[in-house]
């Protein structure tokens, strides 16, 4: 018996080990390496790294391009998740139904998500050039002169948003659709039979089912909304004059363009924190409210 | 030492050679390695031309092995090599923004090229490359730069667009007030909108180094040599940037806020700017695309004549060994020999970097045909260092910032440039003492 359970040990290790090796490396390590990184000074040949407590993070109380960064990324994420969350539902219930070419239509829909964001960027700086891009024309038709989308600070941050979204309800349409097709159809008989308009069964039957769906959605939408970096790379390198200067992207300067490593630590654990604590919220406070079957 | 380790490799590939003519790889152990990053930062063959490079000059030093490695852009690539130079084994030698010279400095990621220069004939070599483009690659006193793939900012207009509006095709502005009447006339409006621009100066991603041109013109000089001191709140400096917000929003030639740099090319292709400043190195890319007759000429003059230098050098990798270090000179050297550098100048659009290669018969050809590819050399007359200081990356954003504040409306032109100043004097400090 203890033999056997032995072996079912060295079994199970066996089967995690690499996994485990993996995280540990990839992920645990370079987690603590940062957070302890972001307690010291950045190292320069003249003049070693040493232990400066919470100096990197008072930096950042002071800095402006910071601040800015926070400010632009909330925005940008009040912009994307809703929209985005909401789009995906909207066009999973569509294809859902049996409507003529529904499989054009879904593929449609989720060729975005295939396409490499950089190459998205590529074409949406054309679709955003001031005279003769996309949406200049479209708004010269109406006589309307189009503004300079992503050389404008009123409009810029707005403009990359707009990408992000489309970008991400394609994605986010696949895990509805799914969901949407696992809900037995007698539901949607049952109501029929009771005389329930489409509204009321959306609102009553479909949403609530959905809800599990719809919190793993909301994860990834926020993960999605701090991590985004490329194509405000190709687009508009945080400009103008740091209008669309994303967290992540303000990390990556410091980080590989100022070689500010130890500031570029303590601004990663900042962001590190604030995902954690978002998480939290949203499993600890969210997910008691979600009905699973 | 050195000589003993030639001798055994002499040996060894000699022996090598005779008894086993088909070991390859015994023969490459012999080799010293020199791995070569390089970035792309415009249009054409680059990678093809860096390796037909390589083998010719292994095919004579069969000693050495090039390992050209194409790494991206200028910043993806000065990224890997420090990464890699952190990590303990960087490329042996790598071609980076000359402006790098003070971070790679501050980094100790390379050494200067003063150990090498040894005979007359090294000194004469040094001796001839362009004075304003070893403006961007010595200072202390020493070389760390050897200038390889380098440009300047230069005019192009449409000569089609300029007969439409009366102008003589023949002949681009030469002063600031030309710069203006030429694009008023050249500006065509159907109502509130704007078909074609006059002028498009690019904004996006480094606009310091297009506004070095007006700096230059307007007679300000922008960072000392030391690379600790800039001036970005001159009067000078912030006369020129008034001279641009002006184009766009007094004189309306100019499309408003940031003008992209990369979709500039395709406006003046498309023929919604007659004129466009942009970098020598998109002559070739210009001339394979344009539909139509145009002009190349140096930048129009305000107080003076000026254009910033642009572009890369090699540099040599500290932490490579002594043997990998002489071979890496020797291929620099090769490289830019007079016939090699006027090559590279005619497949690519950069200038050549030293006079004699524009004397060579190649290149006197190419001038002949296409008299267009000597306006940059020309100009280098008037031209002056890239900005360029300690902690390059982070004081130059401090100017980008500003001047896409002031260019987007967000300051005037004097605010801006005194918050950049201030941010500047913030970082450099340090390096003053």
Known sequence: MTRRFDRSWIHAWLMLGPSLALLALFTHWPAVATIIDSFYSTPRPRRP?????????????????????????????????????????????????????????????????????IAVANIWLFFYTPQYGLLAQVLGVFGVQSPNWLGSKDTALAAVTLVAVWKEAGFFMIFYLAALQT???TLAEAAALEGASRWTYFRRVQFPLLMPTTL????????????????????????????TLLLLYYIYQVGFSFWDTGYAAALTVVLLATLGLIAIIQYGVLERRIHYR | ???????????????????????APALAQGKTEVSFFYPVAVGGPITKLID???????????????????????????????????????????????TDMFTLIDEEAIVPFDDFIRTDADKKWLASFFPSFMENSQTEGKTWGIPFQRSTVVLYWNKELFKEAGLDPEKPPTTWAEQIAFAEKLTKRDGANTTQWGIQIPSSGFPYWLFQGLTTQAGAILMNPEGNKTAYDAPAVVEALQYWVDLSRKHKVHPTGIVEWGTTPRDFFERKCAMMWTTTGNLTNVRTNAKFPFG???????????????????????????????????????ITTPERAAKWGIDTGYVAVRGDAWETPAMKDYVAGFPAAAVARDQLKFAVAELSTHENQRVTKALNDGLQAALTGGKTPEAAMKDSQAEAERILRPYRR
């Open chain 2, 1 to 23: 030492m050195t000589h003993a380790i030639d001798r055994r490799t002499i040996l060894k590939t000699g022996a090598a050679a005779l008894t086993l003519p088909l070991a």
């Open chain 1, 49 to 117: 790294s040493r232990m400066v407590g919470f100096e990197n993070f008072e930096q950042m109380t002071a800095d402006p391009v910071f601040w800015q960064a926070v400010w632009n990324n909330l925005w940008f994420a009040l912009g994307t998740i809703p929209v985005s969350i909401a789009l995906a539902l909207l066009m999973a219930i569509w294809v859902n139904d049996r409507i003529a070419g529904r499989t054009l239509v879904r593929m449609a829909y989720f060729t975005p998500t295939v396409l490499p964001m």
């Open chain 1, 183 to 185: 809900i037995s159809p």
């Open chain 2, 296 to 334: 190349v000429g140096m930048l129009p003059a305000g107080k003076r004549a000026g254009s910033p230098t642009g572009g890369g050098n090699f540099y040599l990798s500290k932490k490579s060994s002594k043997a990998e270090q002489e071979a890496a000179f020797k291929f620099i050297q090769w």
């Open chain 2, 52 to 98: 037909s490079f390589a083998a010719d000059f292994e095919k004579e030093n069969p000693s050495i092995s090039i390992k050209p490695i194409y790494s991206g852009t200028y910043q993806e690539t000065i990224v890997k090599a420090l990464t890699a130079h952190k990590s303990g084994t960087p490329p042996v030698t790598s071609v980076l923004l000359s």
């Open chain 1, 216 to 243: 793993f959605v909301l994860v990834n939408a926020v993960i999605g909304a701090f991590r985004t970096i490329d194509h405000i790379v190709v687009l508009t390198k945080g400009g103008p004059d740091n209008a």
